[in-house]
T-cell receptor
Framework: DVKVTQSSRYLVKRTGEKVFLECVQDMDHENMFWYRQDPGLGLRLIYFSYDVKMKEKGDIPEGYSVSREKKERFSLILESASTNQTSMYLC????????????FGEGSWLTVV | DAKTTQPPSMDCAEGRAANLPCNHSTISGNEYVYWYRQIHSQGPQYIIHGLKNNETNEMASLIITEDRKSSTLILPHATLRDTAVYYCIVRAVYNFNKFYFGSGTKLNVKP
């Protein structure tokens, strides 16, 4: 089975802090994604990466950056957390022998106070 | 990518089949139909996908109409653990990064 693991399930951070959300996948997938999910807004794509050190902006990249130094790991960085970044963050991966499907992690609930 | 329309909620009795409809009248020939579900506070879980033929796996069956303008996800024997939001998504083959999740259908499985 595909395994996408997000490092933290629940986090509480202060406004202005730098926040790292880590994601690891074990299926050798080329593509990895970061989404956020908010009530009434559904899932929105923040960034995606199609290869090591490669990244593309999604629909809402403002206030976020990403890092992909190794194929299995994709990090989301909030340089200076703000209260409007309180949300559920979802990592996903896809590719390899199954080009059609993406698989999600369990999600990270971030609260910025 | 084509838009999808799903009912906001449905009820189903435990042990009965749950049939979840999805309209995608503007779907194009290279777009797949995907179904995911999301149980409360968890990440979306892949269920099944198809292009034009009906598909079945250990979780569900996907029935796509001949004109491909609508589809139905069937859970043959719904259990309480199938209570979740079910998302129908259409995506072009070349748009691997374009998974757009709408509002979905909240399926309530009742004892």
């Amino acid at each position: 089975d595909v395994k996408v693991t997000q490092s933290s399930r629940y986090l509480v951070k202060r406004t202005g802090e730098k926040v790292f959300l880590e994601c690891v996948q074990d299926m050798d997938h080329e593509n990895m994604f970061w989404y956020r999910q908010d009530p009434g807004l559904g899932l929105r794509l923040i960034y995606f990466s199609y290869d090591v050190k490669m990244k593309e902006k999604g629909d809402i990249p403002e206030g976020y950056s990403v890092s992909r130094e190794k194929k299995e790991r994709f990090s989301l960085i909030l340089e200076s957390a703000s209260t409007n970044q309180t949300s559920m963050y979802l990592c996903a991966s896809g590719g390899g022998t199954d080009l059609n499907t993406i698989y999600f992690g369990e999600g990270s609930w971030l609260t910025v106070v | 990518d084509a838009k999808t329309t799903q009912p906001p909620s449905m009820d189903c009795a435990e042990g009965r089949a749950a049939n979840l409809p999805c309209n995608h009248s503007t779907i194009s020939g290279n777009e797949y139909v995907y179904w995911y579900r999301q149980i409360h506070s968890q990440g979306p879980q892949y269920i099944i996908h198809g292009l034009k033929n009906n598909e079945t796996n250990e979780m569900a069956s996907l029935i796509i109409t001949e004109d491909r303008k609508s589809s139905t996800l069937i859970l043959p024997h719904a259990t309480l653990r199938d209570t979740a939001v079910y998302y129908c998504i259409v995506r072009a083959v070349y748009n691997f990064n374009k998974f757009y999740f709408g509002s979905g259908t909240k399926l309530n499985v009742k004892p």
